[in-house]
């Protein structure tokens, strides 16, 4: 896996929660009938409108919330990576879980505009406008944690040692 | 440099070495909780009887998809002989019966695919809610990694005022120092001595909304009372080093508080003492007492203290949703369901229900609901276009019987 991602900007503002990715309705939902369900009480329609390889920019104490994984949903949806100003402990810890890389980095909501470019290197925490030509410095994850992100997260781990039965 | 009590415990249970913040500690889990659910691809587990097992979310099923689901959970039980199950008929929610049937102790480390499993911090266990991925890692191999944030300490003095509760306590936190992402809180004080099983299992709960990570509550004479008849494990509790250090300390005197209320959609900054909203007379459709927050028989006791000889205000929808199978029966015994029926409120089963918009009161667009639940989050509780404020119980029953949000020290 690459140590950087990079792709189109998307931002979202503070308290993003669990149940904004996820709605009540669409709890027990198999996670493929998850997906259009996204954001649809704070933003509808941007499911279609994203694309694979996007980049969420995002405000303080993202993934706010309940057990919801959030991580599967945005790793199903292609987003190559997350980068917040700040997380909360349970969402970043799905995020990880799902394989999907986060990077914690104040100020970052500051030097995007939506649409702008980002490219990041989520190990060392460089993070790069690609539009406008500006960069700052995040907080790289600790090594024990991107190992996990780069076996593809925890149910990839757990297939490989014979856990869960092969998928079907 | 000395560690404080979650720190001890979390070294205790990893490789006995000086944990710090910033640090990725391995530890083994004594529990992991289970509801409504088990995938059928688990071929192996670590430990049967580190397993529970329950129903909680979605009882009994309201949907077929939920009874679905509820066939996976038995087969489950069934296949690796789980002990700890609490099917329907035992059922209640997971947070509530962790507690009170003795499994989350003192400086265990307990974890479960819901947020408020955080609850169990008032019981001076390290726990805290995870995903469904994860759930399955930790049923399968027995330990998971912890990433060690800084921990607030809380202190609290003096005592809470009538119609003043442990609910409000965990309002006035967010709408005072907004959110704890990524932070610890551990909670001392002489006023933490006034403070009961009760509404300290309503404080834990709720510091998932201040986004901490753990909530540790001490092991002192009021913990030791609740648990030495319930705990079904020996346990080691987890007490902080003399020369412990906190990244902040935050003191409260719990006499200064009134009640506090959460206005509609996130808790951090946004919360305001009674007295500043109830001139506006926001009017409420719903009015609910329940989760694993709010659903215990103190909460019972007091909406009934309130209701009593009053009627609900036409228009409105009192729900009382109770945490477990057995607060029904001592609320029931206690007269207090027939209290808040003769006002007439509902009284439900337990489950999450209306708490996460599952079942059992959804609220439809327009509509505003003053909750005792967990969360106010928009869409929560069911149309994205309804509004959720959040107070106390006590809050809740005097704004049930006003027809707007008002303040329970006036019933």
Same mark, same amino acid.
């Given at each position: ?168 | ?299 019972? =006791?007091?909406? &009934? ?7 609900? /205000?036409? @228009? +409105?929808?009192?729900?009382? #949703?109770? !945490? ?6 001592? =609320?029931?015994? &206690? ?7 003769? /006002?007439? @409120? +509902?009284?439900?089963?337990? #489950?999450? !229900? ?9 609220? &439809? ?28 119980? &006590? ?17």
């Amino acid at each position: 896996m690459a140590s950087t991602f990079k792709g189109k900007v998307w931002k979202f503002g503070d308290n993003i929660n669990t149940d904004l990715v996820i709605p009540n309705y669409a709890v027990m939902y198999k996670l493929e009938d998850q997906l259009e369900h996204t954001f649809n009480a704070n933003r509808p329609g941007w499911v279609k409108e994203m694309e694979p390889g996007d980049v969420l920019i995002v405000g303080k104490n993202f993934g706010v919330g309940s057990a919801r994984d959030i991580g599967a949903i945005f790793k199903a949806l292609g987003i190559s990576g997350v980068v917040a100003e700040s997380f909360n402990g349970l969402g970043l810890r799905n995020i990880i879980n799902a394989g999907l890389p986060p990077l914690p980095c104040p100020g970052v909501m500051d030097i995007f505009d939506e649409g702008d470019v980002a490219e990041v290197d989520w190990v060392s925490g460089e993070v790069k406008n690609v539009t406008k030509g500006t960069t700052l410095q995040g907080v790289p994850m600790p090594k024990d944690l991107r190992d996990i992100v780069v076996a593809g997260g925890v149910e990839n781990v757990l297939r490989a040692e014979g856990y869960l039965a092969a998928k079907s | 440099m000395g560690m404080n009590a979650i720190e001890k415990i979390l070294s205790r249970k990893s490789e006995g070495q000086v944990v710090k913040p910033g640090d990725v500690v391995m530890v083994d889990v004594d529990f992991t909780v289970h509801f409504d659910s088990m995938r059928p691809d688990i071929l192996k587990v670590n430990d049967p009887d580190k397993i529970i097992a329950m129903f909680d979310h979605q009882v009994p099923a309201p949907t077929v998809l939920a009874a679905e689901h509820a066939v996976n959970m038995r087969n489950f039980v069934e296949k690796f002989g789980v002990k700890n199950y609490f099917p329907v008929g035992k059922h209640g929610i997971s947070h509530v019966l962790v507690a009170e049937e003795g499994y989350a102790l003192p400086g265990k480390v307990l974890v479960n695919a819901d947020s408020h499993t955080c609850s169990s911090g008032a019981m001076n266990c390290i726990a805290r809610g995870i995903g469904p991925s994860e759930m399955t890692y930790i049923l399968c191999k027995g330990r998971t990694w912890f990433l060690v944030g800084e921990t607030t300490k809380i202190v609290l003095d003096g005592k809470l005022n009538e119609r003043v509760y442990a609910r409000d306590v965990i309002h006035y936190l967010p709408g005072e120092y907004g959110d704890f992402a990524q932070q610890n809180l551990e909670w001392y004080g002489d006023g933490l001595s006034t403070i009961d099983m009760d509404g300290r299992l309503t404080m834990a709960t709720v510091s998932a909304e201040l986004s901490a990570e753990f909530s540790l509550f001490p092991y002192d004479d009021v913990l030791a009372n609740y648990v030495k008849d319930r705990a079904r494990y020996e346990f080691e509790p987890g007490f902080p080093d003399d020369d412990a250090t906190y990244a902040r300390e935050i003191h409260v005197d719990l006499s200064t508080l009134e009640p506090q209320v959460v206005l509609p959609n996130f808790v951090a900054n946004n919360v305001k003492p009674i007295g500043d909203i109830t001139n506006e007379k926001i009017k409420v459709d719903q009015a609910f007492i329940g989760s694993c927050a709010n659903g215990r028989l103190s909460d019972f =006791a007091v909406a &009934a203290d309130i209701l009593k000889g009053k009627k609900v /205000a036409p @228009g +409105v929808r009192l729900l009382v #949703t109770p !945490g477990s199978q057995d607060i029904l029966m001592k =609320a029931m015994k &206690a007269g207090y369901v027939e209290t808040i029926m003769e /006002a007439g @409120g +509902v009284v439900t089963s337990s #489950t999450c !229900g209306a708490c996460f918009g599952g079942h059992m009161g959804l609220l &439809a667009s327009g509509e505003t609901c003053i909750t005792a639940s967990t969360r106010n989050f928009q869409g929560r509780m069911g149309s994205p276009q309804a509004n959720i404020y959040m107070g106390s119980p &006590a809050t809740v029953a005097a704004s049930a019987i006003a027809g707007h949000i008002s303040d329970p020290r006036n019933f």
